[in-house]
């Protein structure tokens, strides 16, 4: 337990091993088994009630069972432990959302939660590999992170509309300003990654310096926001056809 909860670990992490293969396969699996359940989870059926509930604790025993692994390691400080990066922040409205099923707290998770988890997934901020909690908790809480948003989009499809992806987005913009302007700065942390690129291998790589680096950002996430919408109505659209 000492080794597996402990402050470091002799096994670093791999980039496509196969640890990381099995997590990643894990994870579209289960995207894949919501989209074929969406009809019980639109219905709040028992399983739905279920997969909720269970979604709720996952999400909540992942982000407090990291500050205390941080705080037990004398680890914790606000630049690096505050979940204030877009899948931290996901997670906290994912949470809401589950509980209160309530249509705003659904929409900013959807926008927010689903591709920067599945980018976290997939090109991993993470330094040990499955022999260590971090592993286990990075993996778990991203995922669920990724299904939860996706659940509630499944479960609640009207809350999503073409003027969400404005309302969000704005509120994207506003948080980021907030975060690159006055906590960053302040607080010499990286969060939303706009002091400087992830140290690992990511797709911000590719977005340039300076002034460049934003601007790809925010023409990034619009188009992210814009696309995510249109595949969301297509899925739902097509599922409809079929249905007829």
Aim: proline share 4%; net charge neutral.
């Amino acid at each position: 337990m000492d080794t597996w909860f402990g402050a470091r670990s002799d096994y670093p992490f791999e980039l496509f091993s196969v640890s990381h293969l099995v997590v990643l396969a894990i994870a579209l699996t289960g995207f894949l088994c919501l989209i074929l359940l969406r009809d019980n989870l639109a219905a709040k059926d028992a399983l739905f009630q279920q997969l909720r509930w269970l979604l709720f604790l996952v999400l909540l025993i992942s982000e407090v069972s990291y500050q205390y692994w941080a705080i037990s390691h004398e680890y914790w400080s606000f630049n690096r432990y505050m979940p204030l990066h877009l899948c931290g922040v996901a997670s906290l409205t994912a949470l809401i959302g589950l509980v209160t099923l309530h249509p705003f707290w659904i929409r900013v998770s959807f926008f927010i939660g689903i591709v920067p988890a599945a980018l976290a997934l997939v090109t991993p901020d993470m330094p040990y590999d499955y022999q260590h909690y971090r592993f286990w908790k990075f993996f778990v809480h991203h995922t669920a992170i990724a299904w939860a948003c996706w659940f509630l989009a499944l479960a609640m499809p009207n809350a999503l509309t073409w003027r969400s992806v404005f309302s969000v987005y704005g509120l994207l913009l506003v948080y980021a300003a907030l975060i690159g302007f006055w906590v960053n700065p302040q607080t010499g942390s990286n969060y939303l990654y706009l002091s400087q690129r992830p140290s690992t291998v990511s797709p911000l790589d590719f977005f340039g310096d300076g002034v460049w680096y934003y601007i790809n950002l925010c023409l990034v996430a619009f188009f992210l926001f814009a696309a995510q919408y249109g595949i969301f109505r297509w899925l739902f659209k097509k599922a409809a056809s079929e249905d007829n």
